[in-house]
């Protein structure tokens, strides 16, 4: 019935137009309604990104920020080196702390590494770092 007053609708819009040619029309209109509804169902499943959260002070901050694409490269090695299939992504900043942005959910093994890692970094305090958490 609703496609009955889609025609009437495209006959009177274009009353020139031969019963062939409105009928295209009709078919290109509901193909299109078609694949817009079948975008709307597109969906994605769950986080694509986690973050560990290590509290560290202000002015270590600013150090490990100011080389973190190196930083990036040792902690990667470092997960490879335990056949870990998690890889870090970046690094930003936070009040508390430095983020690290993971591709994947870190277990706790992956933030042993994580904390070891940014202890034994020369321009960072050991007693500095704290235990990293995910968020």
Known sequence: ????K???????TFPKLSSHKIM???KVINNMNQK???KINIMTKGLSRKQIIIPI?????ERV???????????????KGVKSDISVDYICSDNKGIIIITNKVATSSNLNIMKKYVKELNNVGVNDVMSPRLS
């Open 24 to 26: 295209k029309i009709y």
């Open 1 to 4: 019935m609703n496609g009955y």
């Open 36 to 38: 817009d509804k079948s």
């Open 65 to 79: 920020i100011a080389q973190s694409n190196i930083y990036i490269m040792n902690i990667n090695r470092l997960l």
């Open 57 to 61: 002070s202000m002015t270590n901050i």
């Open 6 to 12: 889609e025609i009437v609708k495209i006959k009177e």
